[in-house]
């Protein structure tokens, strides 16, 4: 079993930035690969980006590529989301999920999922 926790997020103005981190309580955490999700009101559950747990090869969903980037620590268990530019459509609970070393973009292929941060961004 994979504990996942995130934190940072918040509110934001339009154009701003913000990181989400998220920290896993396993001793393997480097064998799993890591994706963020988020999920806007009404709508739901949509690939951001994922990051594999070896060859750091990563993958992002065309509506953030350019404008976020996943990276991982491995010695600190911790995978982040360095979100730049900001839109209001960005807007949402972010969740963390966590799944054996190969990235997948469709949620019902992710183990492990952390509870979400909300993330706003203001017009």
């Known amino acids: 079993q994979v504990q996942l926790v995130e934190s940072g997020g918040g509110l934001v103005q339009a154009g701003g930035s913000l990181r989400l981190s998220c920290t896993a309580s396993?001793?393997?955490?480097?064998?799993?690969?890591m994706g963020w999700f988020r999920q806007a009101p009404g709508k739901g559950r949509r690939f951001v980006a994922a990051?594999?747990?070896?060859?750091?090869?990563?993958d992002y969903s065309p509506s953030v590529k350019g404008r976020f980037t996943i990276s991982r620590d491995n010695a600190e268990n911790t995978v982040y989301l360095q979100m730049n530019s900001l839109k209001p459509e960005d807007t949402a609970v972010y969740y963390c999920?966590?799944?054996?070393?190969?990235?997948?973009?469709?949620?019902?292929?992710?183990?492990?999922w952390g509870r979400g941060t909300q993330v706003t961004v203001s017009s």
């Open positions: 999920a966590a799944r054996p070393e190969i990235i997948a973009t469709m949620h019902n292929e992710w183990r492990y």
């Open positions: 396993t001793r393997t955490f480097s064998t799993y690969a």
């Open positions: 990051i594999s747990g070896t060859d750091i090869s990563t």
